[in-house]
């Protein structure tokens, strides 16, 4: 089986620390204890987090030994775009459904304006 | 604490199965029967992953008891596109440096055969 690109890039984005972590990244490349001043959680928990990241390709991370900045990897966030915009006409649809009924609503009142 | 729904979106795309019920049901309202047909897996298995879209908002089912249809909901799907689409000028840069780079191949491949 081949491994599930999609599914780990979606679990490891369904964490709030996780997504602030690449938020974070998203204004330059950071390291650990950078990365764990916002939150009120330990170091290990952070680097635990840091793992799922790298683990599914959102994250890269330096090799020298003492400073391991960690940089975005925006390439598996293209991929599950690219899954979702496959439904954009769904919700494209609801709102031009509600376009219309906001349009009804707005004609029907200034019908009954006149009538008054 | 509000609930995480972002959070709960991403979990419930985390799963091939959830996905392939996702894209069943952008052709069609569908019965959990007819939704389990196409997966080697029991019809429990297949009311468990509903419960997981119900949950996250991503299906709604019909109220008749016995004809409870599954329905799309596409709503959370574009808070996930709009939360991702932050992200954008991430992987669009990455193309635009493989594009720039490819380009310098090709100019570099006419000098090179210009001179011989």
Same mark, same amino acid.
């Given at each position: 089986?081949?491994?599930?690109? #999609?599914?780990?890039?979606?679990? $490891?984005?369904?964490?709030?620390?996780? !997504?602030?972590?690449?938020? @974070?990244?998203?204004?330059? /490349?950071?390291?650990?204890?950078?990365?764990?001043?916002?939150?009120?959680i330990s170091?290990?928990a952070v680097?635990?987090? #840091?793992?799922?990241?790298?683990? $599914?390709?959102?994250?890269?991370?330096? !090799?020298?030994?003492?400073? @391991?900045?960690?940089?975005? /990897?925006?390439?598996?966030?293209?991929?599950?775009?690219?899954?979702?915009?496959?439904?954009?006409?769904?919700?494209?649809?609801?709102?031009?459904?509600?376009?219309?009924?906001?349009?009804?609503?707005?004609?029907?009142?200034?019908?009954?304006?006149?009538?008054?």
């Amino acid at each position: 089986m081949t491994p599930d690109r #999609l599914s780990s890039t979606f679990a $490891a984005l369904a964490d709030p620390t996780r !997504r602030a972590i690449l938020a @974070r990244l998203s204004a330059g /490349e950071a390291s650990v204890t950078e990365l764990a001043e916002p939150f009120a959680i330990s170091l290990p928990a952070v680097s635990k987090h #840091l793992k799922v990241l790298e683990h $599914a390709g959102l994250i890269r991370r330096g !090799r020298e030994a003492q400073w @391991r900045p960690c940089q975005l /990897e925006a390439g598996p966030l293209k991929q599950a775009t690219d899954w979702l915009e496959h439904y954009r006409r769904f919700w494209e649809a609801s709102f031009d459904r509600l376009d219309e009924y906001l349009a009804t609503l707005q004609k029907k009142g200034k019908r009954d304006g006149r009538k008054h």
